[in-house]
Protein backbone atom coordinates (compact mmCIF):
# COMPACT_ATOMS: atom_id res chain seq x y z
CA UNK A 1 0.00 0.00 0.00
CA UNK A 2 1.78 3.51 -0.92
CA UNK A 3 -0.56 6.37 0.25
CA UNK A 4 1.94 8.78 -0.13
CA UNK A 5 3.50 10.71 -3.05
CA UNK A 6 7.06 9.95 -3.06
CA UNK A 7 9.63 12.42 -3.63
CA UNK A 8 13.05 11.84 -5.23
CA UNK A 9 15.87 14.29 -4.39
CA UNK A 10 16.62 16.85 -6.79
CA UNK A 11 20.24 15.71 -7.74
CA UNK A 12 23.41 17.62 -7.74
CA UNK A 13 26.30 16.39 -10.58
CA UNK A 14 28.46 13.94 -8.70
CA UNK A 15 32.15 15.63 -7.95
CA UNK A 16 35.25 14.52 -10.22
CA UNK A 17 37.66 13.07 -8.07
CA UNK A 18 41.21 14.62 -9.34
CA UNK A 19 43.56 11.95 -8.53
CA UNK A 20 46.42 14.56 -8.12
CA UNK A 21 50.26 13.30 -6.86
CA UNK A 22 49.86 11.75 -3.28
CA UNK A 23 46.09 12.05 -3.41
CA UNK A 24 44.26 8.87 -1.42
CA UNK A 25 42.69 7.91 -4.87
CA UNK A 26 45.41 7.75 -6.76
CA UNK A 27 46.84 5.31 -4.43
CA UNK A 28 43.64 2.94 -4.30
CA UNK A 29 43.33 3.14 -7.91
CA UNK A 30 46.57 2.69 -9.25
CA UNK A 31 46.40 -0.20 -6.68
CA UNK A 32 42.66 -1.32 -8.22
CA UNK A 33 44.83 -1.41 -11.67
CA UNK A 34 47.34 -3.65 -10.61
CA UNK A 35 44.82 -5.88 -9.62
CA UNK A 36 42.53 -6.59 -12.07
CA UNK A 37 45.79 -6.84 -14.38
CA UNK A 38 46.90 -9.96 -12.45
CA UNK A 39 43.31 -11.44 -12.01
CA UNK A 40 42.53 -12.85 -15.78
CA UNK A 41 38.74 -13.38 -15.45
CA UNK A 42 36.35 -15.69 -17.60
CA UNK A 43 33.34 -13.48 -18.24
CA UNK A 44 29.83 -15.67 -19.01
CA UNK A 45 26.58 -14.39 -20.67
CA UNK A 46 24.11 -13.32 -17.72
CA UNK A 47 20.47 -14.22 -18.85
CA UNK A 48 17.83 -14.29 -16.59
CA UNK A 49 20.56 -14.37 -13.58
CA UNK A 50 22.17 -17.12 -14.53
CA UNK A 51 25.30 -17.54 -15.89
CA UNK A 52 25.55 -19.24 -19.38
CA UNK A 53 28.92 -20.43 -20.90
CA UNK A 54 28.83 -21.36 -24.59
CA UNK A 55 32.49 -21.90 -24.99
CA UNK A 56 32.57 -19.77 -28.19
CA UNK A 57 34.92 -17.40 -26.92
CA UNK A 58 36.85 -13.77 -27.26
CA UNK A 59 38.98 -11.85 -25.68
CA UNK A 60 39.54 -8.64 -23.95
CA UNK A 61 42.95 -7.14 -24.34
CA UNK A 62 44.45 -4.08 -23.30
CA UNK A 63 44.78 -1.91 -26.61
CA UNK A 64 47.82 0.23 -24.67
CA UNK A 65 49.85 -3.19 -24.24
CA UNK A 66 47.98 -5.37 -26.70
CA UNK A 67 49.51 -8.98 -25.75
CA UNK A 68 47.91 -8.71 -22.19
CA UNK A 69 44.36 -10.59 -22.32
CA UNK A 70 42.40 -8.88 -19.43
CA UNK A 71 39.78 -11.73 -19.89
CA UNK A 72 37.94 -14.15 -21.90
CA UNK A 73 34.27 -13.98 -22.62
CA UNK A 74 31.55 -16.11 -24.16
CA UNK A 75 29.67 -15.58 -27.00
CA UNK A 76 25.97 -15.89 -27.63
CA UNK A 77 24.87 -17.98 -30.14
CA UNK A 78 20.86 -18.41 -31.74
CA UNK A 79 19.80 -20.38 -28.52
CA UNK A 80 21.23 -17.91 -26.09
CA UNK A 81 19.93 -15.21 -27.97
CA UNK A 82 16.47 -16.96 -27.85
CA UNK A 83 16.62 -17.62 -24.06
CA UNK A 84 17.37 -14.02 -23.61
CA UNK A 85 14.29 -12.52 -25.08
CA UNK A 86 12.02 -15.80 -23.24
CA UNK A 87 14.11 -14.67 -19.96
CA UNK A 88 13.64 -10.58 -20.90
CA UNK A 89 9.71 -11.23 -21.06
CA UNK A 90 8.85 -13.68 -18.31
CA UNK A 91 10.72 -11.21 -16.10
CA UNK A 92 8.11 -8.52 -17.46
CA UNK A 93 5.13 -9.84 -16.43
CA UNK A 94 6.27 -8.52 -12.70
CA UNK A 95 9.09 -6.02 -13.50
CA UNK A 96 6.40 -3.78 -15.13
CA UNK A 97 4.01 -3.92 -11.86
CA UNK A 98 6.38 -3.45 -9.00
CA UNK A 99 5.43 0.18 -7.89
CA UNK A 100 8.00 2.84 -9.52
CA UNK A 101 9.64 3.75 -6.26
CA UNK A 102 10.81 0.32 -6.21
CA UNK A 103 12.03 0.18 -9.48
CA UNK A 104 14.22 3.42 -8.96
CA UNK A 105 15.20 2.73 -5.59
CA UNK A 106 17.71 -0.03 -7.02
CA UNK A 107 18.95 2.43 -9.45
CA UNK A 108 19.64 5.13 -6.55
CA UNK A 109 21.26 2.14 -4.67
CA UNK A 110 23.30 1.13 -7.81
CA UNK A 111 24.69 5.33 -8.13
CA UNK A 112 25.54 5.19 -4.34
CA UNK A 113 27.65 1.56 -5.06
CA UNK A 114 29.18 3.15 -7.97
CA UNK A 115 30.32 6.58 -5.97
CA UNK A 116 31.78 4.46 -3.41
CA UNK A 117 33.29 0.86 -3.07
CA UNK A 118 32.46 0.06 -7.27
CA UNK A 119 33.92 3.47 -8.06
CA UNK A 120 37.89 2.07 -8.35
CA UNK A 121 36.34 -1.16 -10.36
CA UNK A 122 34.83 0.59 -12.79
CA UNK A 123 37.51 3.04 -13.43
CA UNK A 124 40.09 0.56 -13.40
CA UNK A 125 38.39 -1.75 -16.02
CA UNK A 126 37.61 1.13 -18.54
CA UNK A 127 41.30 2.35 -18.15
CA UNK A 128 42.52 -1.24 -18.74
CA UNK A 129 40.07 -2.63 -20.90
CA UNK A 130 39.85 1.36 -23.41
CA UNK A 131 42.82 2.89 -22.70
CA UNK A 132 41.22 5.48 -20.88
CA UNK A 133 43.42 7.72 -18.54
CA UNK A 134 42.29 8.56 -15.16
CA UNK A 135 40.55 11.83 -15.81
CA UNK A 136 38.71 10.55 -19.05
CA UNK A 137 37.68 7.51 -16.94
CA UNK A 138 36.21 9.56 -14.03
CA UNK A 139 34.18 11.66 -16.03
CA UNK A 140 32.80 8.92 -17.73
CA UNK A 141 32.36 5.74 -16.11
CA UNK A 142 32.27 7.16 -12.78
CA UNK A 143 30.72 10.63 -12.95
CA UNK A 144 28.35 11.02 -16.01
CA UNK A 145 26.78 6.77 -15.42
CA UNK A 146 26.32 8.51 -11.61
CA UNK A 147 24.39 11.39 -12.90
CA UNK A 148 22.72 9.07 -15.34
CA UNK A 149 21.20 7.08 -12.21
CA UNK A 150 20.07 10.00 -10.18
CA UNK A 151 19.08 12.21 -12.95
CA UNK A 152 16.83 9.71 -14.45
CA UNK A 153 15.20 8.93 -11.28
CA UNK A 154 14.45 12.55 -10.62
CA UNK A 155 13.10 12.99 -14.35
CA UNK A 156 10.94 10.03 -14.07
CA UNK A 157 9.09 11.52 -10.78
CA UNK A 158 8.98 14.52 -12.97
CA UNK A 159 6.99 12.76 -15.56
CA UNK A 160 4.35 11.06 -13.33
CA UNK A 161 3.51 13.87 -11.93
CA UNK A 162 2.75 15.18 -15.10
CA UNK A 163 -1.18 15.27 -14.81
CA UNK A 164 -3.92 16.50 -17.26
CA UNK A 165 -6.30 19.08 -16.29
CA UNK A 166 -9.54 17.65 -14.47
CA UNK A 167 -13.24 19.07 -13.72
CA UNK A 168 -15.77 19.02 -10.84
CA UNK A 169 -17.51 16.37 -13.48
CA UNK A 170 -14.52 14.33 -14.48
CA UNK A 171 -11.09 13.15 -12.92
CA UNK A 172 -8.52 12.94 -15.90
CA UNK A 173 -5.32 10.85 -15.11
CA UNK A 174 -2.03 9.96 -17.14
CA UNK A 175 -0.34 6.73 -16.57
CA UNK A 176 2.81 6.27 -17.76
CA UNK A 177 2.97 2.49 -18.84
CA UNK A 178 6.14 1.07 -20.19
CA UNK A 179 6.28 0.15 -23.89
CA UNK A 180 5.14 -3.81 -24.42
CA UNK A 181 8.06 -5.78 -25.63
CA UNK A 182 11.53 -5.57 -25.03
CA UNK A 183 13.95 -3.07 -25.27
CA UNK A 184 17.38 -4.01 -27.49
CA UNK A 185 20.34 -1.83 -26.06
CA UNK A 186 23.55 -2.09 -28.14
CA UNK A 187 25.98 -0.17 -26.81
CA UNK A 188 29.45 1.60 -27.66
CA UNK A 189 32.85 0.87 -26.34
CA UNK A 190 34.08 4.62 -25.73
CA UNK A 191 31.75 5.65 -23.01
CA UNK A 192 31.12 2.84 -20.06
CA UNK A 193 28.11 5.43 -18.88
CA UNK A 194 26.74 5.06 -22.00
CA UNK A 195 26.98 1.61 -22.05
CA UNK A 196 25.02 2.01 -18.54
CA UNK A 197 22.69 4.26 -19.54
CA UNK A 198 21.24 2.90 -22.99
CA UNK A 199 20.10 -0.71 -20.95
CA UNK A 200 18.99 1.22 -17.63
CA UNK A 201 16.72 3.96 -18.71
CA UNK A 202 14.20 2.06 -20.07
CA UNK A 203 14.35 -0.37 -17.65
CA UNK A 204 13.76 2.48 -15.07
CA UNK A 205 10.21 2.86 -16.58
CA UNK A 206 9.80 -0.53 -16.37
CA UNK A 207 10.86 -2.32 -19.32
CA UNK A 208 13.27 -5.14 -19.32
CA UNK A 209 16.54 -5.34 -21.83
CA UNK A 210 18.65 -6.97 -23.84
CA UNK A 211 22.15 -5.97 -23.37
CA UNK A 212 24.52 -5.61 -26.38
CA UNK A 213 27.87 -4.38 -24.93
CA UNK A 214 31.01 -3.56 -28.30
CA UNK A 215 33.21 -6.53 -28.20
CA UNK A 216 35.71 -3.76 -27.49
CA UNK A 217 34.23 -2.58 -23.94
CA UNK A 218 32.93 -6.44 -22.77
CA UNK A 219 35.39 -6.33 -19.83
CA UNK A 220 34.04 -2.77 -18.39
CA UNK A 221 30.46 -3.88 -18.83
CA UNK A 222 30.37 -7.05 -17.31
CA UNK A 223 31.37 -5.05 -14.06
CA UNK A 224 28.65 -2.99 -14.40
CA UNK A 225 26.00 -5.44 -14.78
CA UNK A 226 27.53 -7.15 -11.42
CA UNK A 227 27.06 -3.69 -10.12
CA UNK A 228 23.24 -3.79 -10.97
CA UNK A 229 22.79 -7.29 -9.76
CA UNK A 230 24.35 -6.10 -6.51
CA UNK A 231 22.21 -3.19 -6.23
CA UNK A 232 19.23 -5.36 -6.30
CA UNK A 233 18.25 -5.62 -10.09
CA UNK A 234 16.13 -8.51 -10.58
CA UNK A 235 16.90 -11.51 -12.72
CA UNK A 236 16.00 -11.06 -16.51
CA UNK A 237 15.24 -7.76 -16.18
CA UNK A 238 18.74 -6.94 -18.12
CA UNK A 239 20.26 -9.83 -19.52
CA UNK A 240 24.11 -9.52 -20.69
CA UNK A 241 24.72 -11.05 -24.40
CA UNK A 242 28.15 -10.25 -25.67
CA UNK A 243 28.24 -11.77 -29.40
CA UNK A 244 28.14 -10.71 -33.16
CA UNK A 245 26.37 -7.61 -33.60
CA UNK A 246 24.66 -9.28 -37.06
CA UNK A 247 24.20 -12.69 -35.56
CA UNK A 248 22.50 -11.46 -33.08
CA UNK A 249 20.54 -8.25 -34.49
CA UNK A 250 19.24 -10.47 -37.14
CA UNK A 251 17.56 -13.08 -34.31
CA UNK A 252 16.00 -9.88 -32.19
CA UNK A 253 14.58 -7.64 -35.31
CA UNK A 254 12.88 -11.08 -36.08
CA UNK A 255 10.86 -11.19 -32.55
CA UNK A 256 7.23 -10.20 -32.85
CA UNK A 257 8.57 -8.98 -28.80
CA UNK A 258 10.96 -6.02 -30.49
CA UNK A 259 9.37 -2.53 -28.54
CA UNK A 260 12.54 -0.56 -29.22
CA UNK A 261 16.41 -0.18 -29.80
CA UNK A 262 18.34 2.10 -27.59
CA UNK A 263 21.08 2.58 -29.86
CA UNK A 264 24.81 4.41 -29.74
CA UNK A 265 26.96 3.93 -32.74
CA UNK A 266 27.77 3.93 -36.59
CA UNK A 267 25.10 5.80 -38.54
CA UNK A 268 25.74 2.71 -41.50
CA UNK A 269 24.66 -0.01 -38.64
CA UNK A 270 21.56 2.28 -37.16
CA UNK A 271 20.47 3.19 -40.86
CA UNK A 272 20.61 -0.94 -41.60
CA UNK A 273 18.78 -1.45 -38.53
CA UNK A 274 16.13 1.04 -39.54
CA UNK A 275 15.60 -0.20 -42.64
CA UNK A 276 15.75 -3.85 -41.53
CA UNK A 277 12.52 -2.80 -38.71
CA UNK A 278 10.91 -1.33 -41.56
CA UNK A 279 10.94 -4.90 -43.62
CA UNK A 280 9.82 -6.64 -40.54
CA UNK A 281 7.10 -3.70 -39.30
CA UNK A 282 4.00 -6.16 -40.20
CA UNK A 283 5.47 -8.98 -37.64
CA UNK A 284 5.96 -6.57 -34.07
CA UNK A 285 3.20 -6.54 -32.07
CA UNK A 286 3.60 -2.72 -32.09
CA UNK A 287 5.40 -0.34 -33.90
CA UNK A 288 9.28 0.19 -32.28
CA UNK A 289 10.91 3.17 -30.88
CA UNK A 290 14.03 3.55 -32.19
CA UNK A 291 16.46 5.86 -30.55
CA UNK A 292 20.28 6.08 -31.37
CA UNK A 293 23.26 8.86 -31.40
CA UNK A 294 25.30 7.90 -34.23
CA UNK A 295 28.43 9.24 -36.04
CA UNK A 296 29.61 13.25 -35.75
CA UNK A 297 32.16 15.42 -37.73
CA UNK A 298 31.84 17.99 -35.28
CA UNK A 299 33.40 21.30 -35.71
CA UNK A 300 35.43 23.91 -34.35
CA UNK A 301 34.57 27.46 -36.25
CA UNK A 302 36.74 31.18 -35.32
CA UNK A 303 35.50 34.29 -36.06
CA UNK A 304 38.13 37.03 -36.55
CA UNK A 305 36.82 38.84 -33.21
CA UNK A 306 37.99 34.91 -31.41
CA UNK A 307 40.55 34.58 -28.77
CA UNK A 308 42.85 32.73 -30.14
CA UNK A 309 44.36 31.45 -26.95
CA UNK A 310 41.38 29.93 -25.39
CA UNK A 311 40.76 28.86 -29.40
CA UNK A 312 44.22 27.03 -29.05
CA UNK A 313 43.05 24.92 -25.65
CA UNK A 314 39.37 24.16 -27.48
CA UNK A 315 41.22 22.79 -30.05
CA UNK A 316 43.36 20.87 -28.62
CA UNK A 317 41.56 19.06 -26.14
CA UNK A 318 38.34 18.88 -28.14
CA UNK A 319 40.37 16.73 -30.96
CA UNK A 320 42.65 14.93 -28.75
CA UNK A 321 41.25 14.09 -25.52
CA UNK A 322 40.84 10.39 -25.52
CA UNK A 323 42.41 10.12 -28.54
CA UNK A 324 39.84 11.52 -30.91
CA UNK A 325 37.19 8.51 -30.09
CA UNK A 326 34.44 10.45 -28.88
CA UNK A 327 31.31 11.03 -31.21
CA UNK A 328 31.40 14.84 -29.88
CA UNK A 329 35.40 15.53 -30.61
CA UNK A 330 36.58 18.16 -32.93
CA UNK A 331 37.48 16.85 -36.27
CA UNK A 332 37.17 19.96 -38.45
CA UNK A 333 38.09 23.45 -38.23
CA UNK A 334 37.06 26.85 -39.82
CA UNK A 335 39.93 29.16 -38.90
CA UNK A 336 40.55 33.02 -40.23
CA UNK A 337 43.92 33.68 -41.55
CA UNK A 338 44.59 36.57 -39.38
CA UNK A 339 43.93 34.26 -36.04
CA UNK A 340 45.80 31.46 -37.47
CA UNK A 341 48.57 33.60 -37.43
CA UNK A 342 48.57 34.56 -33.91
CA UNK A 343 47.61 30.96 -32.59
CA UNK A 344 49.70 28.31 -35.48
CA UNK A 345 52.67 28.33 -32.82
CA UNK A 346 51.15 28.25 -30.15
CA UNK A 347 48.84 25.45 -30.92
CA UNK A 348 51.97 23.34 -32.49
CA UNK A 349 53.67 23.86 -29.25
CA UNK A 350 51.17 22.53 -27.03
CA UNK A 351 50.62 20.04 -29.18
CA UNK A 352 54.23 19.03 -28.98
CA UNK A 353 53.86 18.62 -25.23
CA UNK A 354 51.18 15.99 -25.34
CA UNK A 355 52.48 12.77 -24.16
CA UNK A 356 51.38 9.04 -25.43
CA UNK A 357 51.10 5.89 -23.47
CA UNK A 358 50.08 3.36 -21.04
CA UNK A 359 47.07 4.86 -18.76
CA UNK A 360 48.97 3.86 -15.80
CA UNK A 361 51.11 6.54 -16.28
CA UNK A 362 49.47 9.40 -15.25
CA UNK A 363 51.34 12.28 -17.05
CA UNK A 364 50.19 10.53 -20.14
CA UNK A 365 47.58 12.97 -21.81
CA UNK A 366 46.77 10.48 -25.11
CA UNK A 367 46.98 6.66 -24.63
CA UNK A 368 45.79 4.05 -27.10
CA UNK A 369 43.03 3.94 -30.06
CA UNK A 370 40.89 1.12 -29.11
CA UNK A 371 41.69 -1.69 -31.57
CA UNK A 372 43.22 -2.91 -34.68
CA UNK A 373 40.60 -2.12 -36.84
CA UNK A 374 40.35 1.32 -35.82
CA UNK A 375 44.27 2.00 -36.00
CA UNK A 376 44.15 0.72 -39.56
CA UNK A 377 41.43 2.98 -40.38
CA UNK A 378 43.06 6.21 -38.46
CA UNK A 379 46.35 5.74 -40.19
CA UNK A 380 45.15 5.07 -43.53
CA UNK A 381 43.60 8.30 -43.29
CA UNK A 382 46.70 9.89 -42.33
CA UNK A 383 48.80 7.97 -45.43
CA UNK A 384 46.16 9.76 -47.22
CA UNK A 385 47.18 13.15 -46.46
CA UNK A 386 50.54 12.90 -46.86
CA UNK A 387 49.97 12.06 -50.24
CA UNK A 388 48.04 14.77 -51.04
CA UNK A 389 48.52 17.82 -52.70
CA UNK A 390 45.76 19.73 -51.51
CA UNK A 391 46.63 18.94 -47.65
CA UNK A 392 50.05 19.36 -45.34
CA UNK A 393 50.54 17.24 -41.91
CA UNK A 394 51.90 20.33 -39.81
CA UNK A 395 52.42 18.08 -36.39
CA UNK A 396 52.25 14.08 -35.79
CA UNK A 397 51.43 11.62 -38.43
CA UNK A 398 52.98 9.26 -36.71
CA UNK A 399 51.48 5.42 -35.64
CA UNK A 400 52.95 2.29 -34.19
CA UNK A 401 50.99 -0.34 -33.00
CA UNK A 402 54.18 -2.78 -32.22
CA UNK A 403 53.11 -2.84 -28.54
CA UNK A 404 49.89 -1.07 -28.40
CA UNK A 405 47.60 1.04 -31.06
CA UNK A 406 49.22 4.21 -31.05
CA UNK A 407 48.87 7.17 -32.79
CA UNK A 408 50.36 11.01 -32.63
CA UNK A 409 48.10 13.59 -32.69
CA UNK A 410 47.99 14.55 -36.13
CA UNK A 411 46.97 17.56 -37.39
CA UNK A 412 46.13 18.51 -41.11
CA UNK A 413 46.33 21.90 -43.03
CA UNK A 414 44.09 22.15 -46.20
CA UNK A 415 43.12 24.30 -49.02
CA UNK A 416 40.26 22.17 -50.04
CA UNK A 417 37.43 22.75 -47.64
CA UNK A 418 36.06 19.34 -49.17
CA UNK A 419 39.08 17.83 -48.41
CA UNK A 420 38.40 14.11 -47.26
CA UNK A 421 39.54 14.51 -43.62
CA UNK A 422 36.88 17.51 -43.92
CA UNK A 423 34.08 15.38 -44.54
CA UNK A 424 34.09 11.62 -43.30
CA UNK A 425 34.16 10.24 -39.67
CA UNK A 426 37.76 9.08 -38.83
CA UNK A 427 37.27 8.74 -34.80
CA UNK A 428 40.57 9.19 -33.95
CA UNK A 429 43.39 11.71 -32.70
CA UNK A 430 43.35 14.07 -36.39
CA UNK A 431 41.81 17.21 -36.80
CA UNK A 432 41.81 18.95 -39.79
CA UNK A 433 41.77 22.57 -40.11
CA UNK A 434 40.71 25.07 -43.20
CA UNK A 435 41.89 28.72 -42.94
CA UNK A 436 39.73 31.10 -44.73
CA UNK A 437 40.83 34.81 -45.50
CA UNK A 438 38.49 37.10 -43.30
CA UNK A 439 36.29 38.59 -45.67
CA UNK A 440 35.22 34.94 -46.41
CA UNK A 441 33.06 34.52 -42.86
CA UNK A 442 29.79 34.00 -45.15
CA UNK A 443 30.89 31.52 -47.72
CA UNK A 444 32.66 29.23 -44.49
CA UNK A 445 30.03 29.22 -42.54
CA UNK A 446 27.72 27.77 -45.76
CA UNK A 447 30.82 25.32 -46.20
CA UNK A 448 30.44 23.72 -42.74
CA UNK A 449 26.67 23.96 -42.72
CA UNK A 450 26.73 21.83 -45.56
CA UNK A 451 30.51 19.44 -45.53
CA UNK A 452 29.39 16.88 -43.54
CA UNK A 453 26.12 14.85 -43.68
CA UNK A 454 26.33 15.28 -39.36
CA UNK A 455 25.00 17.18 -36.75
CA UNK A 456 25.94 16.25 -33.76
CA UNK A 457 28.03 18.70 -31.86
CA UNK A 458 29.86 22.00 -32.95
CA UNK A 459 31.61 25.19 -31.68
CA UNK A 460 32.06 28.79 -32.63
CA UNK A 461 35.06 31.16 -31.10
CA UNK A 462 33.64 34.76 -31.27
CA UNK A 463 33.85 38.23 -28.61
CA UNK A 464 31.73 39.91 -31.58
CA UNK A 465 28.53 39.31 -30.18
CA UNK A 466 26.88 40.06 -33.01
CA UNK A 467 28.74 37.70 -34.99
CA UNK A 468 27.97 35.03 -32.39
CA UNK A 469 24.44 35.42 -33.19
CA UNK A 470 24.92 35.71 -36.72
CA UNK A 471 27.04 32.63 -36.62
CA UNK A 472 24.73 30.79 -34.73
CA UNK A 473 21.52 31.40 -36.83
CA UNK A 474 23.70 30.59 -40.07
CA UNK A 475 24.83 27.04 -38.27
CA UNK A 476 21.04 26.48 -36.77
CA UNK A 477 20.85 22.72 -37.90
CA UNK A 478 24.60 21.93 -38.24
CA UNK A 479 24.45 20.67 -34.23
CA UNK A 480 22.65 19.05 -31.22
CA UNK A 481 24.67 20.26 -28.69
CA UNK A 482 26.09 23.96 -29.73
CA UNK A 483 28.28 25.55 -27.90
CA UNK A 484 29.81 29.30 -27.41
CA UNK A 485 33.50 29.73 -26.71
CA UNK A 486 34.09 26.13 -25.22
CA UNK A 487 35.23 22.94 -27.00
CA UNK A 488 32.14 20.67 -29.00
CA UNK A 489 32.64 17.78 -25.98
CA UNK A 490 32.29 17.74 -22.42
CA UNK A 491 28.23 17.40 -22.40
CA UNK A 492 27.02 17.09 -18.32
CA UNK A 493 24.03 15.02 -17.77
CA UNK A 494 21.47 17.90 -16.20
CA UNK A 495 23.35 20.75 -17.59
CA UNK A 496 23.25 19.85 -21.50
CA UNK A 497 21.39 16.76 -22.93
CA UNK A 498 22.84 15.03 -25.59
CA UNK A 499 22.07 14.14 -28.57
CA UNK A 500 22.16 15.71 -32.75
CA UNK A 501 20.01 15.29 -36.04
CA UNK A 502 20.92 14.67 -39.69
CA UNK A 503 22.90 11.66 -39.74
CA UNK A 504 24.05 11.98 -36.19
CA UNK A 505 20.85 10.45 -34.83
CA UNK A 506 16.76 11.11 -33.44
CA UNK A 507 18.58 13.68 -30.97
CA UNK A 508 16.34 11.91 -28.15
CA UNK A 509 18.97 13.89 -25.86
CA UNK A 510 20.38 11.50 -23.19
CA UNK A 511 19.72 12.38 -19.61
CA UNK A 512 16.84 14.32 -19.50
CA UNK A 513 13.19 13.58 -19.49
CA UNK A 514 13.29 13.23 -23.57
CA UNK A 515 14.86 10.24 -23.76
CA UNK A 516 12.74 8.48 -20.84
CA UNK A 517 9.60 9.91 -22.44
CA UNK A 518 10.91 7.27 -25.46
CA UNK A 519 10.45 4.33 -23.27
CA UNK A 520 6.73 4.79 -22.05
CA UNK A 521 3.21 4.42 -23.36
CA UNK A 522 1.07 6.93 -21.92
CA UNK A 523 -2.69 5.88 -21.01
CA UNK A 524 -5.60 8.64 -20.67
CA UNK A 525 -7.72 7.79 -17.89
CA UNK A 526 -10.89 9.56 -17.51
CA UNK A 527 -13.68 8.73 -14.55
CA UNK A 528 -16.71 10.46 -14.61
CA UNK A 529 -18.34 10.78 -11.48
CA UNK A 530 -21.72 11.21 -12.09
CA UNK A 531 -22.63 9.51 -15.84
CA UNK A 532 -25.69 10.88 -17.68
CA UNK A 533 -28.69 8.06 -17.36
CA UNK A 534 -30.31 9.40 -20.64
CA UNK A 535 -28.59 9.55 -24.02
CA UNK A 536 -30.84 12.56 -25.07
CA UNK A 537 -29.10 16.22 -25.34
CA UNK A 538 -30.63 19.77 -24.58
CA UNK A 539 -30.24 20.19 -28.27
CA UNK A 540 -32.77 17.77 -28.84
CA UNK A 541 -35.74 19.97 -27.07
CA UNK A 542 -38.67 21.03 -28.99
CA UNK A 543 -38.51 24.42 -27.04
Known amino acids: ???????????????????????????????????????????????????????????????????????????????????????????????????????????????????????????????????????????????????????????????????????????????????????FAITPFNFTSIAGNLPIAPVMAGNVALWKPASTAVYSNYFLMELLREAGMPDGVINFIPGYGKEIGDIVLDSQELAGIHFTGSTKVFQGLWKKIGENLNRYKVYPRLVGETGGKDFIFAHPSADSEALTIALLRGAFEYQGQKCSAASRAYIPSSVWSKMENKLLNEISTIKVGDVEDFTNFMNAVIDKKSFDKISSYIEYAKESSDAEIICGGEYDDSIGFFIEPTVIVTSDPKFKSMKEEIFGPVLTIYIYEDDKLEETLDLCNT???????????????????HMKEKLLHSAGNFYINDKPTGAVVGQQPFGGGRASGTNDKAGSKLNLLRWMNPMTIKETFNPPKDYRYKFMDEK
Not at 451 to 469: E, H, M, Q, W
Open 1 to 183: MQNAYFKVRKPENEPIKSYGPGSRERESLKLKLQELKSKPIEIPLIIGGKEIYTERIGSCIIPHNKQHVLATYHIAGEKEIKMAIESAMEAKKEWERIPWEHRVSIFLKAAELLAGPWRDIINASTMLCQSKNAFQAEIDSACELIDFLRFNAYYLTEIYSDQPMSTKDFWNKLEYRPLEGFI
Open 451 to 469: TSPYGLTGAIFANDRKAVV
